[in-house]
Structures are given as C-alpha cells and as structure tokens.
C-alpha cells in the first residue's frame, strides 16, 4: 500500500448570504458580503480510501434552514468512495457541518479526539453559545459508536493510517484536530476548522465561533509549521479553492489538492478585500 495519498475536497453545500463580520473578528469591512462552501475530504491511496468529516444531511438542512447541494455521503462517489464500506473517517471535530450523517457509514471507524467528546458532552454543553453550533443527535450518534466499539480516540498527535496524522489544535472547538497527509507533493495539512479561510491563518484574524482564543491563535502558526507553505494548508470553508486547483474531470463540485494550485496560482498574495 503506497503511503503517498491523493487528496480531494468534495463540497455539498455553500451560504452567500453571509458577511465579513461572520467570517472574522474586528474585521475592517465587517459589512462586505463573504460566501461559505462546505466541504468533505477523501483520501486516496489507490488501494484505500479514508473520509475526513461527514457533513450535514438533509434533515440537518432543514432543521436549521441551510439547505445542502447534495447529499455529502452520496457526493463522496465522484472520487470511487462508497461510504457503505469505507473503513476509516476521520471527524475533526463534532460541529454539525463536520459530524452528521454518522449512520451513513455503517462499517468505519471513527477517529476523534478524546478532548472532543469531553467538550462536547461536558458541562460547556450548558451554555447556548458554545452548544449552538453542536446537534445533539450527532453527539448521542457518536455515543452509541463509542458503546459499540467503533470510536478511536485520540489525545493529542497520532497516527491514524501510514502516511496520515491527525494533530490537535483546538481553539474553534476544543477538540479541533487538523489532518497532515503525504503525498507525492510533499505534506498537505488539511485545516479544517482550525482556519475556516486563507485569511484566518494568514493575516492573524481569528472566526467568531471559538471554544479557547489562544489555541485559536497558537493554531494558525501550527498550520503553517505542519504544512510548511500555505499553498500546501487547506482551510475548511473558502471557496477560493474552487479557482486554485484543479477540478475533478466530469464534475463541477470536486477539486484535487495534493497536487498545489494551478499554474500560475498561489494564495501566498495579499488576501484583503477590495472596498
């Protein structure tokens, strides 16, 4: 089994609705429209597939009123991964953009961080701003694997299949962990929510949504020590990767990313926006 891996970023779902005053704290433009896209990952290795989160389902849509594209655990089918026998999903944290749909993966393993589920199921779960952005029906899902033996957890740095690492980072949430995996290219660090856009990490701007702000902020330098460029840092919600790299043929909703941007592209530029 090669140890390289190729990496895609799958989206079901996105919000335009949205401003900068969302996406970032004190932001100077805090009044300019700033769209969202969500994602799923899937790793490749030619012999093995892993999912990196689970997004949202239908129902989930429709409970809090953010309708998806597509149905994520179908969507993961474009790049040959059938989520009725992946073995392997990585959820790096219990947001219910990152967790739902857990049942839709009846024969994986599912790795999280053991601070994770302490937050989410703890005595933090009182408050309505740090509950807000966890359902608990994911959590309770999470549970019952975790009865029925299918939860491995971790504390801290591990390794999760050669070639792939998951590193905790906290911050947005408190048991946030970010994925490094090998590739042909060198590492590529999958960010998830540690940086929801290039700005984030970038220009030092921190995402309201935060659990502990100095793990947020620590977070950011980890990202670039764990991928090395931010070419090779892909953040959780931005949609400039749709125009940075390369799309997966015969689909319009699939991007490869181990590979770097496109020729002639790099994020390494100044990100503010134009007023």
């Known amino acids: ?30 009044a300019l429209p700033h769209g969202m896209d969500y994602f799923v990952w ?52 219990l947001h219910y953009d990152h967790a739902g749909g857990l049942d839709r993966y009846p024969n994986a393993s599912f790795h999280l ?80 929510d540690a940086a929801h856009y290039y700005e984030n990490f970038l220009q030092q701007k921190p995402f309201p949504i935060v659990a502990d702000m100095a793990p947020m902020m620590e977070g950011f330098k980890t990202l670039m020590t764990l991928g090395g460029t931010a070419d090779r840092i892909i953040p959780g919600h931005d949609p400039i990767i749709q125009t940075m790299f390369p799309k997966l043929d015969n689909t319009d909703f699939v991007w490869r990313v181990d590979c770097g941007p496109l020729a002639g592209k790099s994020i390494i530029q100044k990100t503010e926006p134009s007023t």
Request: with cysteine.
């Open 113 to 192: 961080q053991a601070a994770e589920m302490a937050f989410a199921t703890g005595p933090c779960m009182c408050d309505p701003t740090l509950q807000a952005p966890f359902t608990a029906g994911h959590v309770c899902e999470m549970v019952q694997h975790v009865y029925s033996g299918r939860v491995v957890f971790h504390d801290g740095d591990a390794q999760v299949a050669p070639g792939v690492r998951v590193h905790c980072v906290g911050g947005h949430s408190r048991g946030l962990q970010v994925v490094v995996v090998d590739t042909e290219h060198g590492p590529l660090c999958l960010a998830s």
């Open 42 to 93: 899937v790793l490749d290795n030619g012999a093995r597939k892993i999912v990196v989160d689970t997004g949202y389902d239908m129902a989930e849509a429709a409970r809090r009123d953010r309708p998806i594209l597509r149905d994520p655990a179908l969507a993961i089918a474009a790049v040959g991964a059938d989520a009725e026998t992946v073995d392997t999903v990585i959820i790096t944290h």
């Open 1 to 30: 089994m090669s140890e390289h891996w190729r990496v895609y970023c799958v989206k079901y779902a996105e919000r335009n609705s949205r401003t900068r005053a969302d996406s970032f704290i004190a932001d100077d433009h805090p």
